[in-house]
């Protein structure tokens, strides 16, 4: 599995940014916003049932990371048909303000380690990465446990600073300045 400190690999993939089935797919590479960090997150299967819970997690907080200059990117193996319908079909995903990303052919997952080859769905893995392209952090849960995605954005403002933050620190609080 790819960590801190790797640099994020180059992917171009199909994604669902809307339920208007004209509108609705867009490509999205390692290029786009350009310039931005981005938090890529990874769930195993559409129409499960943490998933959704995690996804909608993400969507309600997407407004603070588009504050902190971050864009969101959900990604899981299912194809961008797939993502459509589970979005026009689920009501916590209809409104989703950020992309969903079809890695299907499973070449993003497979180049990050977070692939679960036996069951051919990603892990429930999720990156922050910096302007450069370079990871900054990298969590995986097991398959039944779901994310916190107000700990993501408290890591992301934490890695912001460039400062060192001590246990639970949040946005706001002294950093440690070291003598």
């Given amino acids: 599995m790819l960590t801190v400190g790797d640099k994020f690999p180059s992917f171009s993939v199909k994604a669902v940014v809307s339920t208007d089935p004209k509108t609705a797919f867009t490509d999205i590479t390692d290029k786009s916003d350009s310039g931005k960090w981005k938090?890529?997150?990874?769930?195993?299967?559409?129409?499960?049932?943490?998933?959704?819970?995690?996804?909608?997690?993400?969507?309600?907080?997407?407004?603070?990371?588009?504050?902190?200059?971050?864009?969101?990117?959900?990604?899981?193996?299912?194809?961008?048909?797939?993502?459509?319908?589970?979005?026009?079909?689920?009501?916590?995903?209809?409104?989703?303000?950020?992309?969903m990303l079809a890695d299907n052919n499973h070449k993003l997952a497979t180049a990050l380690g977070v692939l679960d080859a036996e069951a051919g769905v990603a892990k429930r893995a999720t990156f922050l990465v910096d302007p450069e392209g370079v990871i900054r952090f990298a969590y995986v849960t097991d398959m039944s446990v779901g994310r916190n995605p107000q700990e993501v954005l408290r890591v992301l403002d934490a890695l912001q600073t460039d400062e060192l933050c001590p246990c639970n620190w949040n946005k706001g609080d002294d950093v440690i300045k070291a003598a």
């Avoid at 588009?66 to 459509?84: C, M, N, P, Q, W």
């Avoid at 079909?89 to 303000?97: F, R, V």
């Fill in 39 to 99: 938090l890529v997150f990874f769930w195993p299967k559409d129409f499960t049932f943490v998933c959704p819970t995690e996804i909608a997690g993400f969507g309600k907080l997407n407004g603070d990371f588009k504050d902190r200059d971050t864009v969101i990117y959900g990604v899981s193996a299912d194809s961008e048909f797939v993502h459509l319908a589970w979005r026009n079909n689920h009501p916590d995903l209809k409104t989703l303000p950020f992309a």
